[in-house]
């Protein structure tokens, strides 16, 4: 699998080039990990069902919602449901401990905090 596509002629917004996938390739691979691979469509299936969940709990257009998340595919489904919904992704350093994080919330006035399983001892105790 190249790694490498076609050169842009000009800066493209994210979203045309989602679009641009999902409308010529739909079913080829979007998004490639070690653990996992997504198509054009699922990609746009499932960060789209994110942005529903996210408008379904209050999120409103221009909110903020912060997140400590590893760089995996539920980073880029996260940021890609953010965009769907108007949302501002407001991604934090994943090694921040829980007063950095704290002072990011409060600082970037984030409405919801997503984070990893494996980072609930530190955010548990967030004022």
Do not use: K
């Not at 409308?23 to 699922?42: G, H, K, Y």
């Not at 996260?78 to 991604?91: R, S």
């Not at 350093?93 to 001892?121: K, P, Q, T, W």
């Amino acid at each position: 699998m190249s790694l490498v596509g076609p050169l842009l002629p000009q800066l493209t917004p994210l979203e045309d080039l989602l679009s641009r996938g999902l409308q010529e390739t739909p079913d080829s691979t979007a998004l490639s990990t070690a653990e996992a691979e997504l198509s054009w469509r699922e990609l746009d299936q499932r960060s789209r069902l994110l942005a529903c969940c996210y408008r379904a709990m209050g999120l409103q257009p221009g909110d903020r919602v912060a997140s400590l998340l590893p760089n995996r595919i539920d980073a880029v489904l996260h940021v890609l449901a953010c965009i769907h919904a108007g949302l501002v992704a407001t991604p934090l350093n994943y090694r921040y401990r829980a007063l950095e994080i704290d002072r990011a919330l409060r600082v970037s006035s984030a409405r919801l905090l997503l984070f990893h399983g494996e980072r609930l001892a530190r955010c548990g105790t967030l004022s």
